[in-house]
T-cell receptor
């Protein structure tokens, strides 16, 4: 069985502050894939990034960065210098290579205040 | 944008009536998924399909059935809707392996 946990249900910050979203996963698969999605207030789900279990390189894309650590089964997401447009619900997800079952965490709502 | 369409987008139905939601894709992706989204629970997998006529249960499959007779269509059926099935339903498609899933716009279902 696989499981994704996002312990933070809601985070509120003031614009320009950094915010880190935690994601912890559990799986018995040796090969698996991790993802982050954004759901803005309009409701659609937007893909942000993917990582496979053999690639622990951190990634930076503009103000977004991701830290993958297999040793702690974590795939955390940081927004640097947050902006009001970053206000959304963010989901972490994983897919096992064997069954391709895509499992999501409970999501973290980020509210960026001006 | 990935070619994935959910219908209807909104539906209000009465308790005890059958309801079918449709997910249609034009991308020829092998995997299709149905999720429900409820406050405090994130996205929970109901059923998924890994090919025509090949389906499997997710974590909240009770009260739901699915069918996939064609690659492009994945139907979710509530045989006898209950108020606890009031939710937003999302369909997703993907290929196997190291590929992301693409999501439909969602269907808001209200059971009264």
């Amino acid at each position: 069985a696989q499981k994704v946990t996002q312990a933070q249900t809601e985070i509120s910050v003031v614009e320009k502050e950094d915010v880190t979203l935690d994601c912890v996963y559990e799986t018995r698969d040796t090969t698996y894939y991790l993802f982050w999605y954004k759901q803005p207030p309009s409701g659609e789900l937007v893909f942000l990034i993917r990582r496979n279990s053999f690639d622990e390189q951190n990634e930076i894309s503009g103000r977004y960065s991701w830290n993958f650590q297999k040793s702690t089964s974590s795939f955390n997401f940081t927004i640097t210098a947050s902006q009001v447009v970053d206000s959304a619900v963010y989901f972490c997800a994983m897919k096992g290579a064997a069954g391709n079952k895509l499992t999501f965490g409970g999501g973290t709502r980020v509210l960026v205040k001006p | 944008d990935a070619g994935i369409t959910q219908s209807p987008r909104h539906k209000v139905t009465e308790t005890g009536t059958p309801v079918t939601l449709r997910c249609h894709q034009t991308e020829n992706h092998r995997y299709m998924y149905w999720y429900r989204q409820d406050p405090g629970h994130g996205l929970r997998l109901i059923h998924y399909s890994y090919g025509v006529k090949d389906t499997d249960k997710g974590e909240v499959s009770d009260g739901y059935s699915v069918s996939r007779s064609k690659t492009e269509d994945f139907l979710l059926t509530l045989e006898s809707a209950t108020s606890s099935q009031t939710s937003v339903y999302f369909c997703a498609i993907s290929d196997p392996g190291y590929t992301e899933a693409f999501f439909g716009q969602g269907t808001r279902l209200t059971v009264v």
